[in-house]
């Protein structure tokens, strides 16, 4: 069936990443450099995207992302992406960020949305790869 006729379940492009916080992620006071959580929070959003649209992705905007608490070196960080609606062209990813100690104790939470293009690229002119998103089940 041709993708744009097709239906995708949230759970089928829902994309998890698990990072221990290394020394090379940090900044001089030894916590996880904000920067380096927005590059994985854009990676495993554009494969969640990408996994949607079944095509390459390109981010267009990222929402507000606060930083609450420091996230420290040996901490243990889980990013969940997954597609809450699909337009046109473009997709919209929800992600959420869980930090935790080695013993799993809560740190932080973060949320964001990011939004995605399919990749013209990649679609040789034609249709930009929109597949349906159907929420209700994941
Ligand atoms: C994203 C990009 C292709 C959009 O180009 P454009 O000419 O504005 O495209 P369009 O006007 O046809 O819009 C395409 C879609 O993007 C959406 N869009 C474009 N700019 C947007 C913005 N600033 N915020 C939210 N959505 C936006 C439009 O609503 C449209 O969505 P739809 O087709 O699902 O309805 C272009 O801005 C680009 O190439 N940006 C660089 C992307 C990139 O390299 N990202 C990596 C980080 S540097």
Redesign the pocket.
Known sequence: MDIENKAKRVAESKSVMTEMVMPNDANPMGNLMGGNLLRWM?IISSICAGKHCENQV????VDNVAFKKPIHVGDIVTIEAMVTR??????EVYVEVYAADIKGKKLQEVQSCL?Y?C??KYTRGKT?S?ARCSTTDR
């Open positions: 854009d390109v981010t267009v905007s699909s337009f046109h062209t473009s997709v939004l293009i990749c013209p930009r929109r």
